[in-house]
Structure formats: C-alpha cells, structure tokens
C-alpha cells in the first residue's frame, strides 16, 4: 500500500445546466442555438450535465424564464450537482440577482455575454487584446454591482455610531466610480493603440500593398487558411474564439505583387454590442481592407445563418462596402452533393480546404483577379537616385518591362490606384505608346 495517497492535479470541469428561451425573435432555432451555447461552455472549461428551454411570448421581467421552470432550474442544480447555470439570452442585472437566491449560493447564474467574456479573458495574448476584453468585462460588470456590501447596509438599521454615514452605499459607490475610472483609462489607452494602428495601416496603404482581411465566423479556419497560404505558425485549435489578436503576414503573388493577409477576431450570433464596441480597433483592420475573405464552415448546416451574422457585425462597423470574396472553407467534410448545393447557391465563391491545402491555387488567382481590377498600365521613368521608389516598383507592382536609360529606370508596369498615383510625376506617356506598339509588353524575366 503506497505511503502517500495520490491525487490528481488536473482542474475539474464545472458541472453547466444551459437555459434556453424560444421567443420567435430570432433566425436560429433553439436546438441550434443552444448546441452552440454548450461549445461556448466546453471552449470556456465547462461540462454540460443538463439542459431546459421553454417557449414564451417575452421574458418574465422578474426571472426571465417563467416560476415553474425556475423550480426546475432549482431542482436539477439539486440533483445533479450543477456548479453554473448559463442563460442563453442575456440576463437583466435584477434578473440575476433574483435567479441567484433562488438557485442559492454556491451554483452561480450566468448568461451567453458573461460566458463569451470569459473566454475572450482567457484567450487574449497581445496588450491591446488584453485591454479590450478588460474594458468589455468592466462594461458588463458596472451596472451589476450590488448586494458586495449587503452586511453593512444591514448594520445602519441598527442605530448607533457610524450608522449615519450610509457605509454600504458609499463603498458601492467607492467601487463604481474606480470601475468608471478604470474603464475611461482604458479608453485613453486603446485610443493611443488605435492611433498608432491607423499610423501603421497608412504606411501600409501609402507602400500600395494591397490588403486582404480573414473575416468570419468563429472556428470557420481562418487561422488555418492564414497559416496555409503564407507559412505562419498562428495558433489553432477546434474550439470557439481560438485567437482573438489580429496577426498580418506577407505573400507574394506569383505575378510578383506583394498582399498583406490579416486573421481578425471570429464572429458569433449574439456577440455581446460591448464586445464590438471594446474591439473596434482590432476590427478595423477588416475595414481598412482591400479585400475581405469571408470564411465559412461548408460543413456546417447553419452557414447562411452565419454568413448573415458576419455581415451584420461588417455593416456595424463600416466595412459593408468594401469588396468580398465568400470563401467555403473545410470542403473536405461534405460530399458531391452538398458541394454541388453550396456552389448552386455562391456561384462567386471560392471553395477549399485549408486543412489540405486543396483549392489554395484557385483562392490566390482570384485574389490577384480582384487585386489587379482597375490597375492602370504604365510607363515611367524613374530617376537612380530614388532608390526605394525602384525597389517599391519591383515589390508593388507587375513588372512587363524594363530598360536602363540615360536618365533612370524605364520601365513598363501594371500598377495598382495607389502605386498609381504615386508613379504619376514620372509616367513617360510617349514610352508607353513605343512599348506598346514595338511588341515590348513581355516580362523581362520571360
């Protein structure tokens, strides 16, 4: 017999009950709606032991579901242990309070925007997506404080010295206006990394690099699809919200154009308004974009329904306008068929599996398509002693032809609006015609 008894060190799963209301607002169905609940509380460390849903014309103001489901609440948390009951919809401050004296201490009520909080929590890497969860947490944690300093409310009924300065209330009112503070110093400081993030997407966009967004429902394969098409090490994983930080890389088209690929933040139906709010900087890198990838799971039955969820966050923050691509990603979890169905349906879209890398070749031809619309075909002649305006030339746009003349580089290329605009001082209008009608237009490199 071993002298020491072992125990194990792994962390033990809270037991989760999730609580769904069908209330005819929404395009999900319920089922659905909470299947996803159940991969949020998995993703967030949590085992699912029990389920109850209930159809109502609207909430019960007091307790959102109504009192005969809130006994059963009260009764399965009895029978099976529960440690957290998860609403689907979110929760009133006053609707949590009620719901948490019911059930009673210790099992802890919760909904869908305090889950998804927390695994945004523990998900963010970088600084500024640590700032931005924190800031959305506060903002969701403001309007809740109460009942933290109930003992000392309870001592003023006694009378007696002290009771005159109301104790509970002022330290309720200590710990909002630190919160407030806090989350006014959050702003400043996500305003300073904004500025310098539009700084760097200027540069980006003065360089002329044409810019592709990764855009889409959350655990659709973005980071996949950004790992396979320019050899990055993002980090993934088959779970909800894997990566929240934007990570930009570098490509080469084969035409020689260089593109920055961004991976921004996964979407989801009923992503929390101060989600959006906190992470508008990061999601500004979907609205400076060139290009916008829309990632969708071909594999998943609800994909129109995400799809739809994407453009709404897009429209939320300006990005409704900016050109997209639909791209149906895991291809190889569906059959003949369904591919069939989805490209009846998405004529325009690209469909591939990052996994396998298989239709990557076809998805970068139809980036460098979009890329080169309204390219112009220019001839400039551009001095020696503008050594980076030549280096740019080279990386920026697609080179046709070129020759060493008397006073710089001469060359013919296809630029696009930005390189453009700033090729236009030194355009050679007479070179062009030449070129074109002596048959130069071929690639120097053959």
Known sequence: MPRFEHHSTAP???????????????????????????????????EVVGMLTQRLDAPVPKTFVGKGKVEEIVSMVRALDADVVIFDDELTPSQQVNLEKIVGEPTKIIDRTALILDIFGQHAKTREGR???????????LPRLRGMWSHLVGEQTRGGIGSRFGQGESQLEVDRRLIRKRISTLHHELEVLETRRGVQSKARWESGVYRVSLVGYTNAGKSTLLNALTGADVYVQDELFATLDPTTRALDLEEGRKITLTDTVGFIQKLPTMLVEAFKSTLAEARAADLILLVCDASDINHKLQIAAVESVLAEIGA???????????????DDAERAALERDYPK???ISALDRKGLRGLLHRI????????TTMTVCIPYGKGLLI??????????????????????????ERMAATLAPYRQEDELADAQQGGLMEHIDG
Request: charged fraction near 25%; glycine fraction near 8%.
């Open 12 to 46: 033990v799963p809270e037991r989760a009950i999730l609580v769904g209301v069908e209330l005819g607002r929404s395009d999900w169905s319920l089922e659905d709606s909470l299947a996803e609940l159940g991969r949020l509380a998995e993703t967030d460390g949590a």
């Open 349 to 351: 879209a690209q469909f």
């Open 368 to 375: 460098a398509r979009e890329a080169s619309e309204g390219d």
């Open 320 to 334: 409704s306008d900016i050109a997209r691509c639909i791209v149906f990603n895991k291809c190889d979890l569906i």
């Open 131 to 141: 700032l931005q969860v924190q800031l959305a947490q506060l903002s969701y944690v």
């Open 391 to 416: 280096k740019m030339v080279h990386e920026r746009c697609q080179l046709i032809h070129e020759r060493y003349g008397e006073g710089g580089l001469i060359a013919t290329v296809r630029a696009s």
